[in-house]
């Protein structure tokens, strides 16, 4: 037996003329003994379940965290559901924010007022001189109105409520279609929401119009969980810009207005050529809209079609295939209200039902209907909600949470961290 068996092969290689590079570390740091060996083991252990455990917790942190993203058309309610949530779960709104609510509030009554001044124009012949000018001012838009006190202004609103050419023909079309949603609500009570001392309500807060521009965000907890809730426009011309939000989205809220089965897209929705992401919206060039037969035409911008169209889309997004897709149909209560006024079968001629549950259930149909046949790892969920009624926003917003946390424990495994 040679030496280099019995010598340890470090002190073999000092003798040696090649030096081990193996041979000479071990000799700067000599074999552990035992006890050394036991305490290495432990610390090691001891780093991996700390890596574990934290790596459980971070686990956990992401199930509980989610970015939740309201999409759909203009006007079908999206930022109500967001001013639900800060009324919910945040500290309400700023002092400077109610005045500006003030503030909108007027000019949304000068919207209505603008509506059925042009209502009027259009649809009676006879309207007394003494009407007929301010008749044309309200039509004309609200530029006459700047710049008067605000004392006279409240009287010239008021006036206007009692003329009886307005009054004629809210009599005659009560659900005129191109009056706004909240002239319901804030016309029988013209008087005390237009007093100087008024302070916007939550309901009367919940019942503003206010053109979402860009994106907006809250994050606050709910049940335990993180919330980021993204709020956008939802006019065409904004749409281009949702892509910047679709980065790990749990979750989408596809809020639809029912009541939109007999509106047209506005204007700004028609005429304007949006930017379009390939990828999100495959382009309809306009004047293959414009140059189809009329029928055609107004069926490609009813506004609830347009809807039912860009829900599709989104469900064909491929940024979005990962999230869970959840569908508001909203304004149930406007919805009750008109559906007897204004025939569906009128505006789908498909439909052939009477109750207001068939065609609920029709429009609802529409819209799932989208949903690809090869997409078969999605459910989709669907709820009729009132996004101005604040407990059935808070009922169907935890029953969306409730799918959307459910479906992140079980992707991030964290299950078993939270048993
Ligand atoms: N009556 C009623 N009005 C609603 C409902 N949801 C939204 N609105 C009103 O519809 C208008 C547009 O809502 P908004 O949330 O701004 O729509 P967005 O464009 O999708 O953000 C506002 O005047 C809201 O008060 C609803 O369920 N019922
Ligand atoms: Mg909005």
Redesign the pocket.
């Given at each position: 037996m040679g030496n280099t068996i019995c010598t340890p092969p470090n002190r073999a290689s000092t003798y040696g003329r090649e030096v081990d590079v193996k041979a000479s570390a071990e000799s700067v740091h000599p074999m552990p003994s035992s006890v050394a060996v036991t305490i290495a083991i432990k610390a090691q252990l001891a780093i991996s379940t700390s890596i574990d455990n934290s790596l459980r917790k971070e686990k956990f942190e992401h199930s509980r965290r989610a970015k939740i993203l309201?999409l759909?058309?203009?006007?079908?309610?999206?930022?109500?559901?967001?001013?639900q949530m800060r009324i919910l779960h945040m500290t309400g709104f700023s002092e400077l924010e109610m005045h500006s609510f003030y503030n909108y509030l007027r000019f949304?009554v000068f919207e209505i007022f603008h509506e059925i001044a042009m209502g009027v124009q259009e649809n009676i012949l006879a309207v007394s001189e003494d009407e007929k000018l301010m008749i044309y001012r309200f039509a004309e838009g609200i530029s006459w109105f700047i710049g008067i006190e605000d004392e006279i202004e409240t009287q010239y609103l008021l006036n206007f409520l009692e003329f009886e050419s307005v009054q004629t023909f809210m009599k005659l079309h009560p659900n005129y279609a191109s009056l706004?949603?909240?002239a319901?609500?804030y016309l029988p009570k013209l008087h005390k929401l237009l007093a100087p001392e008024h302070i916007p309500t939550a309901e009367d807060i919940?019942?503003?119009?206010?053109?979402?521009t860009g994106i907006s965000e809250i994050n606050f907890e709910f049940s335990a969980n993180a919330i980021r809730l993204i709020?956008v426009?939802?006019q065409r011309t904004y749409r281009k810009k949702w892509i910047h939000c679709f980065d790990g989205v749990a979750a989408v809220l596809f809020?639809a207005?029912l009541?939109a089965y007999d509106q047209a897209l506005e204007g700004v929705d028609i005429d304007s050529k949006p930017v379009l992401h390939r990828d999100l919206f495959p382009p309809v060039q306009l004047s293959e809209v414009r140059d189809s037969t009329n029928e055609e035409y107004e069926k490609r911008v009813n506004r609830l079609r347009d809807s039912v169209k860009l829900f599709g889309e989104m469900l064909r997004c491929r940024f979005l295939r990962s999230s869970s897709f959840i569908l508001f149909l909203?304004?149930?209560?406007?919805f009750a209200k008109k559906l007897p006024l204004s025939p569906l079968s009128e505006h789908f001629s498909s439909y052939d039902g009477t109750t207001n549950e068939q065609a609920s259930e029709y429009l609802k149909d529409q819209f799932l209907k989208r949903k690809s046949k090869n997409d078969t790892e999605r459910t989709l969920y669907s709820h009729y909600?009132?996004?101005?009624?604040t407990n059935n926003v808070e009922f169907v917003f935890k029953a969306a949470c409730d799918i959307v946390f459910q479906r992140n424990l079980h992707t991030t495994g964290a299950m078993k961290c939270v048993q």
């Amino acid at each position: 037996m040679g030496n280099t068996i019995c010598t340890p092969p470090n002190r073999a290689s000092t003798y040696g003329r090649e030096v081990d590079v193996k041979a000479s570390a071990e000799s700067v740091h000599p074999m552990p003994s035992s006890v050394a060996v036991t305490i290495a083991i432990k610390a090691q252990l001891a780093i991996s379940t700390s890596i574990d455990n934290s790596l459980r917790k971070e686990k956990f942190e992401h199930s509980r965290r989610a970015k939740i993203l309201l999409l759909g058309g203009a006007d079908a309610g999206k930022s109500t559901i967001l001013k639900q949530m800060r009324i919910l779960h945040m500290t309400g709104f700023s002092e400077l924010e109610m005045h500006s609510f003030y503030n909108y509030l007027r000019f949304n009554v000068f919207e209505i007022f603008h509506e059925i001044a042009m209502g009027v124009q259009e649809n009676i012949l006879a309207v007394s001189e003494d009407e007929k000018l301010m008749i044309y001012r309200f039509a004309e838009g609200i530029s006459w109105f700047i710049g008067i006190e605000d004392e006279i202004e409240t009287q010239y609103l008021l006036n206007f409520l009692e003329f009886e050419s307005v009054q004629t023909f809210m009599k005659l079309h009560p659900n005129y279609a191109s009056l706004p949603d909240n002239a319901h609500y804030y016309l029988p009570k013209l008087h005390k929401l237009l007093a100087p001392e008024h302070i916007p309500t939550a309901e009367d807060i919940l019942h503003l119009r206010i053109p979402t521009t860009g994106i907006s965000e809250i994050n606050f907890e709910f049940s335990a969980n993180a919330i980021r809730l993204i709020d956008v426009g939802g006019q065409r011309t904004y749409r281009k810009k949702w892509i910047h939000c679709f980065d790990g989205v749990a979750a989408v809220l596809f809020v639809a207005s029912l009541a939109a089965y007999d509106q047209a897209l506005e204007g700004v929705d028609i005429d304007s050529k949006p930017v379009l992401h390939r990828d999100l919206f495959p382009p309809v060039q306009l004047s293959e809209v414009r140059d189809s037969t009329n029928e055609e035409y107004e069926k490609r911008v009813n506004r609830l079609r347009d809807s039912v169209k860009l829900f599709g889309e989104m469900l064909r997004c491929r940024f979005l295939r990962s999230s869970s897709f959840i569908l508001f149909l909203n304004k149930t209560d406007l919805f009750a209200k008109k559906l007897p006024l204004s025939p569906l079968s009128e505006h789908f001629s498909s439909y052939d039902g009477t109750t207001n549950e068939q065609a609920s259930e029709y429009l609802k149909d529409q819209f799932l209907k989208r949903k690809s046949k090869n997409d078969t790892e999605r459910t989709l969920y669907s709820h009729y909600t009132c996004a101005t009624d604040t407990n059935n926003v808070e009922f169907v917003f935890k029953a969306a949470c409730d799918i959307v946390f459910q479906r992140n424990l079980h992707t991030t495994g964290a299950m078993k961290c939270v048993q």
